[in-house]
């Protein structure tokens, strides 16, 4: 089973990110336009995301109370026309999150400048764990430092969380 660390934070916007990671020649890898339809299930995390023209079902669990954001994941990638056609006969959709992600690489890790539609501004960071914690740790508190994030306030909760939240 996949894992990784993460983290995200709130922006105002990408402008001084985006400087940073050029400053340091960290280049945009692509475009993603997504969309997450999170469904209601009993435990853990279940969404199928749409980006650009495939069809991802991600169900991850995470424990948001803990120090360091770990996530356990599973990718099943689907080839049917439209994935949520099917899933949604049996299985209660929770919430719909449009976003237009902007992905860097970086030694093992992911770095999303994410806009997300009814949310704002945001980046995350998910450094996948290949050579043990201690490796994915060391990755990730260094682009925690480069991209100066210690100070900012971190967001433990996912865009679905926070899109429900906004709508109560």
Do not use: C
């Not at 990671?21 to 336009?33: F, P, W």
């Not at 120090?67 to 719909?96: E, G, I, Q």
């Not at 508190?141 to 480069?146: A, E, H, K």
């Amino acid at each position: 089973m996949p894992k990784n660390l993460e983290i995200k934070v709130k922006l105002n916007s990408h402008k001084g990110i985006k400087k940073i990671l050029d400053e340091n020649k960290i280049k945009m890898n692509e475009l993603l336009i997504q969309k997450d339809i999170y469904y209601k299930v009993d435990r853990g995390i279940l969404k199928l995301r749409v980006e650009n023209n495939s069809q991802t079902l991600i169900f991850y669990d995470r424990n948001e109370k803990s120090k360091k954001r770990w996530s356990n994941y599973y990718l099943l990638d689907l080839s049917s026309v439209d994935a949520n056609t099917y899933l949604k006969r049996f299985l209660d959709t929770m919430v719909v999150v449009k976003k237009k992600r902007e992905l860097f690489l970086y030694k093992g890790t992911r770095i999303h400048l994410d806009y997300v539609q009814g949310l704002g501004y945001f980046l995350e960071l998910e450094t996948r764990v290949t050579n043990g914690l201690k490796d994915a740790e060391k990755r990730f508190n260094f682009l925690l430092d480069l991209l100066n994030l210690k100070s900012k306030k971190e967001i433990r909760a996912s865009y679905k969380d926070l899109l429900i939240a906004k709508k109560k």
